[in-house]
């Protein structure tokens, strides 16, 4: 099955700076790479996601990159305002029927006034 | 947007409890819902896929009599955790995606149920 990894699991930045969280996946087969943000006792909140098809998409402040090669997406948040401090997970699925999402083990992303 | 309510979003009652928690999908249909449990600090895992019409396919190490799923319409899953016990409280999310659009519609999370059992 599919395994996803994150890192790091906790981030500090500086309100302002940017900051990456990376992921990891073993399933060449995946091809759909969402993210997930999640607050403190609530729903996780789909943010961004990217197909294989595609190598970067951009949100505002938010863009993902992904390197099917090398089996690994990123999350990119510039300028960073405290409201972005939450946990981010990622997660990978393949794209047949309705094949489960594996997530990763979530970053704890503090920003720092 | 598409919008996923989940019910009750807290559950406090003694152990040997049966506790049934609601996953609606409000404004899509959706021919598959997911069922999450989550601990502090720690990732979603994934406990059963609940398919509508059939039965939910259960991820390894999850009791399927314990955790019983019923999808009886393409708007409403229901997750029992039956005969519950301290060792079952827990932070559960469901999720639904949408039927249409083919294989890749994003997943929509319900506000989850904190379970705790006394």
């Known amino acids: 099955g599919e395994n996803v990894e994150q890192h790091p699991s906790t981030l500090s930045v500086q309100e302002g700076d940017s900051a990456v969280i990376k992921c990891t996946y073993s399933d060449s087969a995946s091809n759909y790479f969402p993210w997930y943000k999640q607050e403190l006792g609530k729903r996780p909140q789909l943010i961004i996601d990217?197909?294989?098809?595609?190598g970067e998409k951009k949100d505002q402040r938010i863009a993902v990159t992904l390197n099917k090669t090398a089996k690994h997406f990123s999350l990119h948040i510039t300028e960073t305002q405290p409201e972005d401090s939450a946990v981010y997970f990622c997660?990978?699925?393949?794209?047949?029927?309705?094949?489960?999402?594996?997530f990763g083990t979530g970053t704890r992303l503090t920003i720092i006034p | 947007g598409a919008v996923v309510s989940q019910h009750p979003s807290r559950v406090i009652c003694k152990s040997g409890t049966s506790v049934k928690i609601e996953c609606r999908s409000l404004d899509f249909q959706a021919t598959t819902m997911f069922w999450y449990r989550q601990f502090p600090k720690q990732s979603l895992m994934l406990m059963a896929t609940s398919n509508e019409g059939s039965k939910a396919t259960y991820e390894q190490g999850v009791e399927k009599d314990k955790f019983l799923i019923n999808h009886a319409s393409l708007t409403l899953s229901t997750l029992t955790v039956t005969s519950a016990h301290p060792e079952d409280s827990s932070f559960y999310i469901c999720s639904a995606r949408d039927r249409g659009g083919g294989g890749n519609q994003p997943q929509h999370f319900g506000d989850g149920t904190r379970l705790s059992i006394l």
């Open positions: 990217i197909r294989s098809n595609v």
């Open positions: 997660a990978a699925k393949r794209r047949v029927g309705n094949e489960k999402l594996t």
